[in-house]
Nanobody, 125 residues
Framework: QVQLVESGGGLVQAGDSLRLSCAAS????????MGWFRQAPGKERELVAR????????YYADSVKFRFTISRDNAKNTVYLLMNRLTPEDTAVYYC??????????????????WGQGTQVTVSS
């Protein structure tokens, strides 16, 4: 298992930016795909963005494409999510997750085996 700790959430206004960070420990970080999920009240958890082990391959949900950027620093065992032009619809708890298996991509919650505790992002209009 890998331990994941998110930070960077908060209360912002529409149009603002935030950068989330997720620090990993406990196993080799650089061989696992990392993802950011979010869950709004009354809604299912959804994959927002994910990045493969080397950083060469990324995926974004349509709702955040061209606004959010996922990146990773394998030397620091950290993955980031830069969120620009935030809207109230982005309000949710954001979770960092690591894939269950090394050198595999992930697209659903079932593909990820380690989760952080979540960080709240609230965007006011």
């Amino acid at each position: 298992q890998v331990q994941l700790v998110e930070s960077g959430g908060g209360l912002v206004q529409a149009g603002d930016s935030l950068r989330l960070s997720c620090a990993a420990s406990g196993r080799t970080f650089s061989i696992y795909t990392m993802g950011w999920f979010r869950q709004a009240p009354g809604k299912e958890r959804e994959l927002v963005a994910r990045i493969n082990w080397s950083g060469a391959d990324t995926y974004y949900a349509d709702s955040v494409k061209f606004r959010f950027t996922i990146s990773r620093d394998n030397a620091k065992n950290t993955v980031y999510l830069l969120m620009n032009r935030l809207t109230p619809e982005d309000t949710a708890v954001y979770y960092c997750a690591a894939s269950k298996l090394p050198y595999t991509l992930g697209y659903t919650s079932a593909d990820f085996g380690s989760w952080g505790q979540g960080t709240q992002v609230t965007v006011s209009s």
